[in-house]
Nanobody
Framework: QVQLVESGGGLVQAGGSLRLSCAAS????????MGWFRQAPGKERELLAA????????NYADSVKGRFTISRDNAKNTMYLHMNSLKPEDTAVYYC????????????????WGQGTQVTVSS
């Protein structure tokens, strides 16, 4: 399995931007489809965005489409989530996850998870 570590979370004002990073260990990062999830207190975990091993295909939840961008750099074993126009309702713990093999559209049962990074958006 791949080990994942998120970074880049923090406190930002509404309308601001953040970039989250997900650093992966191991030499097989490029074999994994990747995703970003979030979970707010009292709410279910939500799949926000996913990306194929090559980065050629991405998909997004309606709640973040047009505001968030997922990307990856396989040479650096790192995935990113660029978040723009942040809203207070984006406040949550953000997790990256890896799934060995092709991207399964809509799947949430990824095999490897990071520990999460807190994002707080103030109004």
């Amino acid at each position: 399995q791949v080990q994942l570590v998120e970074s880049g979370g923090g406190l930002v004002q509404a309308g601001g931007s953040l970039r989250l990073s997900c650093a992966a260990s191991g030499r097989t990062f490029s074999r994994y489809a990747m995703g970003w999830f979030r979970q707010a207190p009292g709410k279910e975990r939500e799949l926000l965005a996913a990306i194929t091993w090559s980065g050629a295909v991405t998909n997004y939840a309606d709640s973040v489409k047009g505001r968030f961008t997922i990307s990856r750099d396989n040479a650096k074993n790192t995935m990113y989530l660029h978040m723009n126009s942040l809203k207070p309702e984006d406040t949550a713990v953000y997790y990256c996850a890896a799934d060995l093999g092709p991207l399964r559209v809509g799947a949430t049962d990824f095999g490897s998870w990071g520990q999460g990074t807190q994002v707080t958006v103030s109004s």
